[in-house]
């Protein structure tokens, strides 16, 4: 998509973010967290660590930075657990497809 200086290579990530930074005045690192704080105050923390590869306590803290808090979220899906969901010998909450990003206990 973004073609190098050498044939069949691409374009380096930081080299990327220097020509976005210095050429068009487009600065990465605050478009990087307004769009994760953003993302952040749509979805619950276990959803957007799941998509996003972040740690739980990673994608807490950018929810509280959002302001946004999802009781509702974690209401629900103690009220409602999954139908297949089942305990493992951890005491782990888990789905047929794996472990649930955020234990219910």
């Given at each position: 998509m973004f073609p190098g200086t050498r044939p069949g290579a691409h374009l380096e990530s930081a080299r990327l973010v220097e020509l976005l930074n210095e050429k068009i005045g487009i600065f990465t690192r605050p478009a990087?967290?307004?769009?994760?704080?953003a993302l952040a105050g749509d979805l619950p923390a276990p959803i957007l660590a799941d998509l996003l590869g972040l740690g739980v306590s990673t994608a807490t803290r950018w929810g509280a930075l959002a302001g946004r808090e999802h009781a509702v979220y974690l209401a629900a899906r103690a009220a409602n657990p999954s139908p297949t969901a089942t305990r493992s010998s951890t005491g782990d909450q888990h789905n047929s497809v794996g472990p649930h990003p955020y234990p219910l206990r």
């Open positions: 990087r967290g307004g769009a994760l704080c």
